[in-house]
């Protein structure tokens, strides 16, 4: 299974997440406006990864940005970002990917005129030699 594959089991998980909620969602490397609230999401790849004979393992960050409107409550972004990452633990399978580390949440930071927080999800898959 490739990295795009898995990437694109998550983005389907953002997908169903925000549509439920009545967000948008940026995908990687596909033009976006940034308007209103929306979902961000990228993949930031982790080194070193493992190499035996007969694979590699790899593994990497699926990270999403939750851009809430600035100057309000962060009540409402508290419990999206809470309820996305529930829906992660150790352990999970996405596809072929496995997810390794609890799901991290940063600090929240005022940018640009939105309310931002980054949802991060370790997790690892590999690859035949």
Excluded: W
Aim: charged share 25%; hydrophobic share 35%; proline share 4%.
């Amino acid at each position: 299974m490739s990295l795009s594959d898995i990437k694109q089991a998550f983005e389907i998980k953002v997908r169903d997440f925000a549509k439920k909620h009545s967000l948008s969602v940026s995908y990687e490397n596909v033009p976006y406006q940034g308007k209103g609230e929306y979902l961000e999401c990228s993949t930031l790849p982790i080194k070193p990864h493992v190499v035996t004979m007969t694979h590699q393992e790899h593994q990497a960050i699926f990270q999403v940005n939750f851009y809430m409107k600035e100057g309000e409550s962060a009540r409402r972004s508290d419990r999206l970002v809470e309820e996305f990452s529930s829906l992660f633990s150790i352990g999970d399978k996405i596809k072929s990917a496995e997810i390794f580390e609890p799901v991290e949440v940063s600090p929240s930071i005022k940018s640009s005129g939105k309310y931002m927080t980054a949802v991060s999800i370790y997790f690892k898959f590999n690859r035949k030699v």
